[in-house]
């Protein structure tokens, strides 16, 4: 039910705060530590290398999977499309465990990859909103991420289900493997969903972003340095999916190998900076396409904030902005689309779950 709310896409951007909390509440024991099936936790111990395996909004979330489990847990991961991977798989390691991430479970480019790899005899977790889904039936392990039911054809609280999820597994590999960690991630997790409370309540902001930068234009480009740059491909893919603005996310470094020629006049240009590692040269990447005429939109962090910055989110820790500065962006692309009459929730061409490859 939407309640008061005018599109379950909204209700679903609001209830994240709530669903974080939960996920926080799901994973946690009674001495507070992760509270994590042991199985799971002996795959990531047994395993040489991780391959995740998914498709559009769950893909992104599996590329900020890999920063986290590498980073955090020092285990290697490959992050790949499912329909790719089926009919190129590369080479894979002695060990691999595979990490299937699906809101819904039933996307049926995945299912033909866990066909294939239980064939070859390699184990399988299934990170999924819907346990007795096919996805999750199939694996050997499911991590459940208590969403709720995402209805919005447009995922937005399953994308940061997703990330806590791996961001919880990947601490608990780590401690698992000894590996001494100043990073409590129930603790950061509960930071995060105050701070998209925060955020939630500035939809005004994000509506005046839209008119300043969306309104009227036919592309936009959303760039990034590292973890931003995943945001930006789900903020891009966001957007063109229900306002039909095309959209790309590129990595800031890149565009000018190319993509840079497409600048003109007034092309919104939407920079994500919450990293201080990337900071100075995401800045410059800015400042090399408003020089070409872009109108440059900022979305910076607590910290590294800088005074015409557009948009400025809470801080929360390094490796978890994804959760905080993915909101605007599933804002954004939501007023573009109200802005421009779309249907919000049933945008054309799409279906909720991809049943067919
Ligand atoms: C985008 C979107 C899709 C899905 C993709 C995978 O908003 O919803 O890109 O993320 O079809 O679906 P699941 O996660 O159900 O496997």
Redesign the pocket.
């Known amino acids: 039910e939407k309640g008061t709310y005018p599109h379950f896409m909204l209700k679903e951007i609001d209830e994240q705060p709530t669903v974080i909390r939960k996920i926080v509440q799901e994973y946690r024991d009674e001495q507070d530590e992760i509270k994590l099936d042991s199985d799971i936790r002996q795959a990531m111990l047994d395993t040489d290398r991780v391959y995740i395996i ?5 893909y992104h979330a599996g590329l900020v999977g890999k920063q986290m489990i590498e980073k955090l847990a020092n285990v290697p991961v490959e992050v790949h499309v499912a329909s790719e991977f089926s009919y190129n798989m590369p080479l894979l390691s002695e060990k691999p465990l595979f990490i299937f ?7 049926a480019d ?1 299912r033909s990859v866990l066909v294939q790899i239980k064939e070859m005899g390699h184990p399988a977790l299934t990170i999924t909103n819907v346990p007795g889904s096919t996805l999750s039936r199939e694996a050997d392990y499911t991590l459940h991420l208590h969403a709720g039911p995402e209805i919005a ?3 937005t609280k ?1 994308y940061t289900a997703q990330i806590s999820v791996l961001a919880i597994l990947a601490v608990d590999t780590a401690k698992a493997k000894g590996i001494d960690l100043d990073f409590d991630p129930l603790q950061e997790l509960a930071i995060v969903s105050s701070a998209m409370e925060t955020l939630c309540d500035q939809k005004e902001e994000i509506e005046k972003i839209v008119s300043e930068f969306l309104e009227t234009t036919r592309n936009a480009f959303f760039i990034g340095r590292g973890i931003d740059y995943f945001v930006g491909q789900e903020g891009a ?2 957007l063109k ?1 229900i306002s039909y603005i095309q959209a790309e996310g590129f990595a800031g470094g890149e565009l000018k190998h190319g993509t840079i020629a497409l600048i003109e006049e007034g092309t919104p240009v939407i920079a994500i900076a919450t990293q201080e590692n990337v900071n100075y040269s995401i800045r410059a990447n800015v400042q090399e396409v408003v020089a070409r005429g872009a109108n440059a939109c900022i979305i910076s962090m607590e910290g590294l904030d800088e005074e015409n910055d557009t948009f400025v989110v809470p801080k929360v820790h390094e490796l978890l902005t994804p959760l905080a500065s993915v909101v605007p962006m599933q804002l954004i692309a939501y007023y573009a689309a109200l802005h421009r009459d779309c249907d919000v929730d049933k945008p054309r061409n799409l279906a909720k ?2 049943t067919v490859e």
Not at 54 to 58: D, L, P
Request: net charge negative.
């Open positions: 998914a498709a559009g909004t769950s991430i699906s809101q819904s479970g039933e996307t995945s054809v447009a995922s399953a893919l966001k999916e779950s991809v």
